[in-house]
């Protein structure tokens, strides 16, 4: 949902972010995988913190993944954010392993778990940005 | 002493700080400089025996070199100086770079200053808006999604708790030990005793963590002189020295923190005991970084005095007490003494300095001959652990 009075932090993508930030706008979440040692990073960058190699692709993502640590926020950083309070900020752990920071929406917040799985959904919330959140994975037991 | 890199040729000689509360008509520069005053005193020396001076900037004056701003606003000219940026563990890490510069004939006698008026600065709202921009998270990875800076920590106390079964209650047990000790300490910001059930009671700031999980905003200011241990034996006080050192830092961003209930206190503190030849059960008292409650906890575990876990139950058992095996921020911490945001941690360091001297009143532990300092910033991300013995 576009607001047209979006007051909240916007990314500014950088050179080692844009694809990243391009995917979002399409739809999709992609990384970059490290050509040497095979690992996915999060955030990008030129190089791998795992190896330190500096040649990677990006490819895109399954979009699943799990909560790793999640918090409920009732006091929000600025007067922008205070009218949804109470929401979820949590860090995903994506299946191919690297970690985020996102929302978790579509749920109540105090539902959202450690080891939930979840998946990515796209928020245009400005003419240009696109932000990756996430929702629970409907129908798990 | 005799033991390690620092093998007792650096010592604190001078310790001054401010009233750390509601200070309205200070300035930043006003509480370093009354803090500066008050050390110098301490140590028997003047500003024109100093030779290097390090701050840590401050939230409200913008200047592009702060510490050189200040020795201006002073009127010396140090041949060594610098503005340390690692949030939390700052100071510590302040008093290893002053031990390096004394120890390779760089300076010899280092102020370490530090104070800032956040609560009388701006109002409390503006206060956490700009803690907020200030950089509580990554402006492009994180921030767009909300976080306030206590939501960093309660990601990592969300995990911790699920992983290893500690209860709110463990958390609110940090607290409550702090205000114990405030209560003894006329310096203090807040001296009135809280209960478990009193920290369970104050409101949700970001799920676990309540208001009383969480530091206060104040204003106030510290200073530490520090020279070498042959320079030391011509002044007044008996010197504190520095026994070991060690630092690690992860990073700056609680997204990138490789393991959230494991951070890189576990290797500087064990470069610090390392480099000290001392152990564990050597530490008579520890001055650990109280942000948050959950931080606590974890350098307990980190640093080496729990196992992964444990930590809860222990400090729940009163260990951190006055009377219990392992007496912690003895003045109060930041939790009761007060946060004025890039000074909090300096007041640690001069608390172990009073309990090393035998001048820490009714907050004295009997016979306190090796205190450990640990700072600590971002979300658990920088580290400095210091061993300082009398």
């Not at chain 1, 040692?37 to 399954?62: E, N, Q, V």
């Not at chain 2, 060690?246 to 470069?271: L, N």
């Not at chain 2, 520890?286 to 606590?296: E, K, P, Q, W």
């Not at chain 2, 260990?319 to 009761?336: A, K, Q, Y």
Request: glycine letters at 12%; aromatic letters at 6%.
């Amino acid at each position: 949902m576009t607001e047209s009075n979006y007051t909240k932090p916007l990314p500014t993508p950088t050179s080692d972010s844009l694809p990243f930030w391009e995917g979002c706008r399409r739809g999709q979440l992609v990384l970059q995988r490290c050509s040497r040692c095979g690992r996915f990073r999060f955030y990008p960058r030129a190089t791998c913190p795992y190896c330190h190699d500096d040649k990677a692709d990006w490819r895109p993502l399954s979009g699943k993944g799990v909560v790793y640590a999640t918090t409920v926020v009732h006091r929000a950083p600025s007067s922008a954010f205070a009218p949804d309070v109470p929401y979820v900020v949590a860090i995903i752990e994506l299946e191919e392993g690297a970690r985020m920071m996102s929302n978790v929406l579509g749920c109540p917040p105090e539902s959202v778990v450690t080891g939930m799985p979840v998946e990515v959904f796209f928020d245009s919330v400005a003419p240009e940005v696109t932000l990756p959140k996430f929702r629970p994975i409907a129908n798990q037991s | 002493m005799g033991r390690g890199l620092f093998d007792g040729k650096i010592a604190i000689v001078g310790v001054g700080e401010t009233r750390v509360g509601a200070l309205p008509d200070t300035s930043s520069l006003q509480l370093h400089a009354e803090a500066t005053t008050a050390a110098l005193a301490d140590a028997g020396l003047g500003l024109a025996d100093v030779d290097g001076v390090l701050t840590a900037g401050s939230r409200l004056d913008g200047f592009l070199m702060h510490s050189a701003a200040y020795a201006e606003y002073l009127g010396i000219v140090p041949r060594y100086g610098a503005t340390l940026s690692l949030g939390g563990a700052v100071h510590c890490a302040a008093i290893h770079h002053a031990a390096t510069a004394i120890m390779t004939g760089l300076a010899n006698v280092v102020l370490v200053a530090s104070g800032d008026n956040l609560l009388s600065g701006m109002s409390r709202t503006k206060a956490v808006e700009h803690l907020s921009q200030a950089g509580a998270g990554h402006p492009e990875f994180e921030n767009p999604y909300g976080p306030p800076i206590p939501a960093l920590y309660a990601l990592i106390a969300s995990r911790y708790m699920h992983l290893y079964g500690a209860q709110p209650e463990h958390l609110a047990a940090v607290a409550v030990t702090m205000r114990e000790h405030a209560a003894r300490n006329p310096n203090a910001q807040y001296r009135k005793p809280l209960t478990v059930n009193d920290v369970l009671a104050s409101k949700i700031v970001s799920t676990p963590l309540h208001v009383l999980d969480c530091s206060p905003i104040s204003d106030g200011g510290g200073a530490l002189i520090v020279t070498s241990a042959k320079r030391a034996a011509d002044l007044p006080r008996h010197p504190v020295f520095l026994l070991g050192a060690g630092e690690s830092h992860t990073g700056e961003h609680v997204s990138a923190m490789p393991d959230f209930t494991s951070s890189a206190a576990q290797s500087s503190g064990a470069q610090a005991f390392g480099s000290a030849g001392l152990g564990r059960d050597s530490v008579d008292v520890a001055m650990l970084y109280d942000s948050f409650t959950i931080a606590v906890l974890l350098q307990l575990e980190d640093l080496g005095f729990c196992g992964k876990g444990e930590a809860g139950p222990f400090v729940a058992a009163g260990g951190l007490r006055l009377n219990g095996d392992l007496p912690t921020n003895t003045h109060g911490g930041c939790l009761s003494h007060g946060h004025p945001g890039k000074p909090g941690g300096i007041f640690h360091l001069i608390e172990a300095v009073h309990q090393l001297r035998g001048e820490a009143g009714q907050r004295q532990v009997p016979n306190a001959k090796i205190v450990l300092v640990h700072g600590s910033g971002g979300a658990l991300a920088t580290h400095c652990t210091l061993l300082l013995g009398a």
